[in-house]
């Protein structure tokens, strides 16, 4: 079975700075996604980034990047020019190519100091 | 982007009672819809997963006489907490998704049995 670890409970980033946020997973398997979705305090889930393992390009959406590296089964997530909103609950996922379920680390909560 | 709506968002109801949540796509087809229990500050827990017109397949340790799931068209499933008890309290949420596209989450249902 395939598991998600998140090694930091709790972050701190000062407003307008640049956080890492740590994922390790593992799998056995050589084609999946990898997720990291944001729960700020509605609890309202959003999806902030995906990776394709058969990709080697790290994904990117605006402020927000991976560094997913393959052969250590790491997927990092870096938010550059980090703004108040940002402050929420960062789950790191995992999902099989063609499953359906999505397996969830135990999250990192991220505050955000002005 | 779709949009996965779910009702109610917070409820109280006695303990004995049973009390039913929606979960609805509002713009797209689910084929497969999902349900999560999430205690405060921690990861979300699967529950079940339901596939249109079939039986919900339950996680391990999940009781489905106790949390029956009904996934009855493409856009709407239900979850029901029947006979429920203070230790059912806990915040529910529900996805969906179709075979084309990553899970989209509805906001949460807080459940509080009194």
């Known amino acids: 079975a395939q598991t998600v670890t998140q090694s930091q409970p709790e972050m701190s980033v000062q407003e307008a700075e640049t956080v890492t946020l740590s994922c390790t997973y593992d799998?056995?398997?050589?084609?999946?996604?990898l997720f990291w979705y944001k729960q700020p305090p509605s609890r309202q889930m959003i999806l902030v980034i995906r990776?394709?393992?058969?990709?080697?390009q790290n994904a990117t959406e605006n402020r927000f990047s991976v560094n997913f590296q393959k052969a250590a089964k790491s997927f990092s997530l870096k938010i550059s020019d980090s703004q108040l909103g940002d402050a929420a609950m960062y789950f790191c996922a995992y999902r099989s190519r063609y499953g359906n379920k999505l397996v969830f680390g135990a999250g990192t909560i991220l505050r955000v100091k002005s | 982007g779709a949009v996965v709506s779910q009702h109610p968002s917070w409820v109280i109801c006695k303990s004995g009672t049973s009390v039913k949540i929606e979960c609805r796509s509002l713009d797209f087809q689910a084929t497969t819809m999902f349900w999560y229990r999430q205690f405060p500050k921690q990861s979300l827990m699967l529950m079940a997963t339901s596939n249109e017109g079939s039986k919900a397949t339950y996680e391990q340790g999940v009781e489905k006489d106790k949390f029956l799931i009904n996934h009855a068209s493409l856009t709407l499933s239900t979850l029901t907490v029947t006979s429920a008890h203070p230790e059912d309290s806990s915040f529910y949420i529900c996805?969906?998704?179709?075979?084309?596209?990553?899970?989209?989450f509805g906001q949460g249902t807080r459940l509080t049995v009194v």
């Open positions: 990776q394709e393992a058969y990709k080697q």
């Open positions: 996805s969906a998704r179709t075979p084309n596209t990553e899970a989209f």
């Open positions: 799998t056995s398997e050589s084609d999946y996604y």
